[in-house]
């Protein structure tokens, strides 16, 4: 599932695309494109292409002026392809270049930036601008960190991935984050001392620098491998815990993560 690394690869490969004036909208699936996109978009120019958590924005406009400007998820397998290229390997989604899979193309004269989605989980819409989404957990600063999870309830892994607290963690991450620190993910997070949220934080930049550098989410040292029932902690041997927190599938380590 694409997290806050793998937006942030789409966007790098975005890049390639600000300058160009859009010709035409193509391949768009009424399921993930909204309707009022194609008139935002066409006879414009991209003018930047930003990320806050998982969300990539585009600008668009004339001149340098921003008239209009697009938001795009990639739900739980949406891949951004450039120019025939796509950042992130096919291989890590299961998913397909199949043009069955498109579901969202804006034409350039010249190339195109489209959307493939095998989950249909993608959507296209006008720019919310980030409306109910917490800072951006790449840039966000302890000293909001530490605000954004003060006086909340729940499961400190339920938290870290609602995106109306801090936006970019998911699944993967959020149980590297939490292994790295020896927190057990089911714990109250209204029970975090001080130093166990600054821990947080500090790991959490850690966590996504390391893993940019080698490639993505699926690349911590809790990575796939070690995601599958009967698994062993890579830092003290114990048989790992699997588990269902904030509604999503959970490994952890009943020794070390307390
Ligand atoms: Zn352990």
């Avoid at 904030?246 to 070390?256: A, I, N």
Wanted: include cysteine; aromatic fraction near 6%.
């Amino acid at each position: 599932m694409p997290e806050v690394l793998e937006v942030e690869s789409f966007r790098r490969a975005a890049e390639a695309v600000v300058g160009r004036r859009v010709k035409a909208v193509t391949h768009a699936d009424p399921l993930v494109v909204d309707a009022s996109v194609a008139d935002l978009v066409v006879d414009r120019r991209i003018l930047a292409a930003r990320r806050h958590g998982k969300v990539l924005t585009l600008d668009l406009g004339a001149n340098r002026r921003v008239e209009a400007a697009i938001d795009l998820h990639f739900g739980m397998a949406g891949r951004i392809v450039v120019d025939g290229r796509s950042p992130i390997d096919e291989l890590v989604y299961a998913a397909s270049d199949d043009d069955r899979w498109l579901r969202f193309g804006l034409l350039f004269g010249r190339g195109r930036l489209v959307i493939s989605d095998p989950r249909r989980f993608a959507r296209v819409t006008p720019s919310r601008d980030g409306a109910g989404l917490g800072p951006d957990v790449w840039s966000v600063d302890r000293r909001t960190f530490r605000a954004r999870l003060n006086g909340r309830r729940g499961p400190v892994k339920a938290t870290l991935l609602d995106q109306s607290v801090v936006a970019g963690l998911g699944n993967m991450l959020v149980d590297e984050i939490l292994w790295r620190v020896g927190i057990d993910p089911r714990r109250s997070v209204s029970t975090l001392t001080p130093e166990e949220v600054a821990e947080i934080h500090a790991t959490t930049k850690r966590v996504l620098e390391q893993l940019d550098r080698r490639g993505g989410s699926h690349a911590g040292d809790l990575s796939v491998e070690h995601r599958r029932r009967g698994e062993f902690c890579p830092r003290d041997g114990a048989e790992l815990s699997r588990g269902t927190v904030g509604g999503r599938t959970t490994f952890w380590c009943p020794r070390h993560q307390g």
